[in-house]
């Protein structure tokens, strides 16, 4: 039995839109949707997925981490979780 997928809506800042954008559509393999000089939308599986352009600080801030299972996880951070045949076309990409 197969689930139905509920969409969800993030957002996120980047530096630059046209790199962005490159990456999300030519490697990920997102399709684009609605656009402005300041925001691309783009499909990520199913869910909407917002790169907003924010301007880069004049200094950069220190990450923060949280230890999972061993690894230092990044926070923010985000993912879809696929099947391993998704993944491994993907990882080739």
Known sequence: MQSKLTPFHVAIPVYD???SRKFYTTILGCSEGRSSDH???FNLYG???VAHLKPRPAKETE???NPVDGHDVPIPQYGV???LDEFE???KR
């Open 81 to 83: 979780v696929l099947g």
């Open 89 to 91: 076309v993907l990882e």
């Open 63 to 65: 990450h923060h981490s």
């Open 39 to 41: 925001w691309i939308d």
């Open 17 to 19: 839109l046209e790199e």
């Open 47 to 49: 869910h909407q997925f």
